[in-house]
């Protein structure tokens, strides 16, 4: 089993930055590629960003593209999403996701899921 727990969300402007972070307890942190999915209102979850093992490899969203990064410190079993310049539509309920692959962009390869954050960005 892998516990996760989010923190860092929150009201902010348009424009503005938050920084999420999502640690992990359990099962060997290193042994997991980590992903950012959200789910706004009304909307099925989406994939925002993912990191391997290692942090070799990341992926994200088009959506996010330039404005958010995802890291990762294994020594902390942490894993962090950098989102700059919000807009309105990135509001969601942010979730942190581990999956037993390598790396994968695929909400379905994620077994283990936090409870979510909120992130909400005033235009």
């Known amino acids: 089993q892998v516990q996760l727990v989010e923190s860092g969300g929150g009201l902010v402007q348009a424009g503005g930055s938050l920084r999420l972070s999502c640690a992990a307890s359990?099962?060997?942190?290193?042994?997991?590629?980590m992903g950012w999915f959200r789910q706004a209102p009304g909307k099925e979850r989406e994939f925002v960003a993912s990191?391997?093992?290692?942090?070799?490899?990341?992926g994200y969203a088009e959506s996010v593209k330039g404005r958010f990064t995802i890291s990762r410190d294994n020594a902390k079993n942490t894993v962090y999403l950098q989102m700059n310049s919000l807009k309105f539509e990135d509001t969601a309920v942010y979730y942190c996701?581990?999956?037993?692959?390598?790396?994968?962009?695929?909400?379905?390869?994620?077994?283990?899921w936090g409870q979510g954050t909120q992130v909400t960005v005033s235009s």
């Open positions: 996701a581990a999956s037993e692959m390598a790396y994968s962009g695929f909400w379905a390869h994620y077994r283990y």
């Open positions: 359990g099962r060997t942190f290193s042994n997991y590629a």
């Open positions: 990191i391997s093992w290692t942090g070799g490899r990341t």
